[in-house]
């Protein structure tokens, strides 16, 4: 987290080199939509237009090309995997009663429940046809185990919600399960279209969970240091749903006991006064131990890329590690 540039700036830079690639990628997000069930298709199109970072395709992208991958396929992958993504945070809005994501109403909100975990269904199952097209074995292997992780990840996320006791352990359990295993995903699914061979798969592997725990723990941070018409998320989020992350898990381990009590109720009954909790967090240290535990992830990524070959793309994988805990949103 040295050295800072503005993330807008970065992440221009980062993605110059696949800029086509990345367009590429959005028609045919646009192309697979297709539904001639027009409320699938409005509900559909409102959500993937809503500005995400598409930080999985990204990689995706980048990795092929750092491998020296020089075909076409890695587009149609890269919607691919941005479809299940985006099943995903529709079924997770729905479990949490979101009603605010990417500076918009959720799906769940403005159509209702139903509407939106059928949508998400839709999208889930369109990417695992997209996937099947594909016709590349290790490809199906890297995304329908991811898929099944994700889910595993979501039930050890309800277990652990309203629980004060959650400590850093059982936090990487769920990230990594939530965030990493999709990062990683699409770096063995690069591994296999580029064809690279086994050590060079367990590299970029290595890389893409690293850079998945740190965006993570960046994420947990903006709950507390972020502004939510940047986030576009309400601030607080995550304690009013019990969810215990990495400023609260450190947070608690330094407070006072009155103030470990107050978080502690908070926690348990989703309520509580959220702004003297954040004010709790941000005069702890748990901002600073969040950071430098990111930072032990973002060692980790550049030590695993130093198995790739120097390249633009390469540099481009290392400056997306600064952008993930740079960024404001």
């Known amino acids: 987290m040295q050295n800072q540039q503005d993330p807008k700036a970065l992440i221009k830079k980062v993605l110059a080199p696949i800029a086509e690639d990345m367009a590429a ?10 539904s001639d069930v027009p409320r699938m298709k409005e509900i559909s199109e409102y959500i993937t237009s809503a500005g995400g970072k598409r930080m999985r395709p990204a990689l995706l992208m980048l990795i092929c090309r750092a491998l020296g991958y020089e075909g076409t396929l890695h587009q149609y992958l890269g919607a691919t995997i941005e479809l299940l993504h985006t099943a995903t945070l529709m079924h997770d809005d729905v479990v949490d009663e979101s009603d605010m994501r990417r500076g918009r109403p959720t799906a769940n909100s403005r159509w209702g429940n139903g509407a939106a975990v059928l949508v998400g269904d839709f999208l889930y199952t369109r990417s695992f046809q997209m996937m099947v097209k594909a016709g590349n074995l290790r490809v199906m292997e890297a995304l329908s185990d991811a898929a099944n992780r994700l ?12 629980d004060p006791s959650v400590d850093e352990t059982r936090y990487f359990r769920v990230i990594e399960r939530k965030t990493a295993c999709l990062f990683e995903a699409g770096a063995r699914m690069a591994a296999a279209i580029a ?12 890389y ?7 965006f993570q723990i960046a ?11 940047d986030t576009g998320k309400n601030l607080g989020a995550d304690l009013r749903e019990g969810k215990v992350t990495l400023p609260i898990i450190y947070a608690r381990e330094s407070c006072t006991p009155e103030e470990r009590a107050m978080i502690d109720e908070a ?17 702890s240290d748990a901002l600073e131990k969040c950071r430098l535990r990111a930072e032990k992830e973002l060692d980790r990524g550049r030590a695993a890329l130093e198995n790739l070959a120097p390249s633009i793309f390469r540099d481009s994988l290392l400056e997306l590690l600064a952008f993930t805990v740079q960024r404001d949103r």
Not at 195 to 206: I, L, N, R, T, Y
Not at 219 to 229: E, S
């Open 25 to 34: 990628v959005d028609a045919v997000i646009r192309s697979e939509l297709a």
């Open 151 to 162: 889910s595993e990840g979501e039930v050890v996320q309800m277990v652990n919600a309203h």
């Open 195 to 206: 064809d690279c061979g086994p050590e060079k798969e367990e590299a970029v592997a290595e």
């Open 208 to 214: 893409a969970l690293a850079l998945g725990n740190a």
């Open 219 to 229: 994420d947990d941070v903006l709950d507390y240091r972020g502004n939510a018409v």
């Open 267 to 283: 926690i348990r009954l989703g309520d509580g006064d959220f702004p003297t909790i954040a004010a709790i967090v941000l005069k």
